[in-house]
């Protein structure tokens, strides 16, 4: 069964705002990562974050994990046009060497 | 230089024939994988080799067959191609099967006909 489960499935906002978008999991995990797909390329990892973290920085990105909730969120703040793309959830299961589980993915839109 | 890369980055075939697709990665990683992206683009791991071993073997059907004649190329080989194989399928590599971050290729965009 599908492992990680991204809200919203779509996100149009204007350039500068902030985006958000959230990602909720089934199993104990390992790790979150979350990862970029920009049209018709490979996917590229954003960030990762542990299971005993809570939130994480990188440059514009803010990744906070609830594991109570099994629940994650991607902040990326003063968006760009260059920030279009779908930006997927992967779960890393403890104890296992599975690989990645992935969501559906957020499709997000930067107006300019 | 490219980490991971796959060829060919489109494959148009008809059905019942077999094809392959090859990745290669020159990141010195010991793991690789290919996952599978449907038209809706869910993402889905199929297989795993770390240092040639087959470490993970999703249920696929057995017309895909992997192959890793060495640790820095995993190749994907499908028999008897089925209209529902049209999809995206991505390699990736990371250092070892309990590493954290992945490589992508760019993806083969297989259509069968």
């Known amino acids: 069964s599908q492992q990680g489960e991204e809200d919203p499935q779509a996100l149009s906002i204007q350039e500068g705002e902030n985006a958000t978008m959230n990602c909720s999991y089934k199993t104990s995990i390992n790790n979150l990562q979350w990862y970029r797909q920009n049209s018709g390329r490979g996917l590229v990892h954003l960030i990762l974050i542990r299971s005993n973290e809570r939130e994480k920085h990188s440059g514009r990105l803010r990744v906070t994990l609830d594991t109570s909730k099994k629940s994650s969120s991607l902040l990326i703040t003063a968006s760009r046009a260059a920030d279009t793309a779908s930006y997927f959830c992967?779960?890393?299961?403890?104890?296992?060497?599975?690989?990645?589980?992935f969501g559906k993915g957020t499709h997000l839109i930067i107006q300019p | 230089d490219t980490a991971v890369s796959q060829t060919p980055k489109y494959l148009v075939t008809q059905m019942g024939n077999d094809k392959s697709i090859k990745c290669e990665q020159n990141l010195g990683h010991d793991t690789m994988y290919w996952y599978k992206q449907d038209s809706k683009k869910f993402l889905k791991i199929m297989f795993s080799y770390n240092n040639k071993e087959l470490i993970i073997n999703e249920t696929v059907p057995n017309r895909f067959s992997p192959k890793s004649p060495d640790k820095a190329h995993l190749n994907l080989h499908i028999n008897s191609l089925e209209l529902g194989d049209s999809a995206v399928y991505f390699c990736?590599?990371?250092?070892?099967?309990?590493?954290?971050?992945?490589?992508f290729g760019p993806g083969t965009r297989l259509t069968v006909t």
């Open positions: 992967a779960t890393v299961r403890i104890r296992s060497s599975d690989g990645l589980t």
């Open positions: 990736a590599s990371s250092l070892g099967p309990l590493a954290g971050e992945q490589y």
